[in-house]
């Protein structure tokens, strides 16, 4: 199973882009990428999905590399309340998310 | 995520307790989950269901069980809790009907403390 690394934590500043790496380097060709963010203790909240190509949607955009084997959620105009745990989770053949540690992102004013 | 619900959202109770905890989605979807979340990690897949009576094993099923009788319900049961079985557990839903790889959405987790 595909498994993610990232970074432990990350700042960035108030409106501006915040853009967080994710390894995924065993991957396989039909695996998707998942992002996710934790506020607090909260339950985990979606935001974007992807397979190969770059996806944007109201919350994020998600680069995926060619090779598949790292993918990077941007923020493009960070707020404070964008401070959470970010993940980035890969789905298996069995449909189930095998989940990292995330990446703390702190935005400062 | 209002539309799947977990109760209690706070539980403290002793070693060797029976324990169920409970998820309901107004969601429609026919995939459920169980997870778990030790502080600073992240969540380990316990058990999953893809429709009414289907029960699948995830990563860490060892001390647990699951119930799935109805589209909108899916409970875990700890039959005798251990201190170790403290964590934040959530329930997720997803919808196959449009692909395989749709996303789960979350409840808000019970916190469970097991003395």
């Known amino acids: 199973d595909a498994k993610t690394t990232q970074p432990p934590s990350m700042d960035c500043a108030e409106g501006r882009a915040a853009n967080l790496p994710c390894n995924h380097s065993?991957?396989?060709?039909?695996?998707?990428v998942y992002w996710y963010r934790q506020i607090h203790s909260q339950g985990p909240q979606y935001i974007i999905h992807g397979l190969k190509n770059n996806e944007t949607n109201e919350m994020a955009s998600l680069i995926i590399t060619e090779d598949r084997k790292s993918s990077t959620l941007i923020l493009p105009h960070a707020t404070l309340r964008d401070t959470a745990v970010y993940y980035c989770t890969v789905m298996d053949s069995n449909y189930q998310l095998i989940w990292g540690a995330g990446t703390k992102l702190i935005i400062k004013p | 995520d209002a539309d799947v619900t977990q109760t209690p959202r706070n539980r403290i109770t002793k070693t060797g307790k029976r324990i169920m905890l409970e998820c309901s989605q107004t969601?429609?979807?026919?995939?459920m989950y169980w997870y778990r979340q030790d502080p600073g990690l992240g969540l380990r897949l316990i058990y999953y269901s893809f429709d009414v009576k289907d029960i699948n094993k995830g990563e860490i099923s060892d001390g647990y069980s699951v119930s799935r009788q109805a589209q909108a319900k899916f409970s875990l049961s700890l039959e005798s809790a251990i201190p170790n079985q403290t964590a934040l557990y959530f329930c997720?839903?997803?919808?196959?009907?449009?692909?395989?790889?749709?996303?789960?959405?979350f409840g808000d987790g019970t916190r469970l403390s097991i003395l």
């Open positions: 969601k429609g979807h026919d995939r």
């Open positions: 065993t991957i396989s060709g039909n695996e998707y």
């Open positions: 997720a839903t997803s919808d196959p009907r449009i692909s395989g790889n749709q996303p789960q959405h």
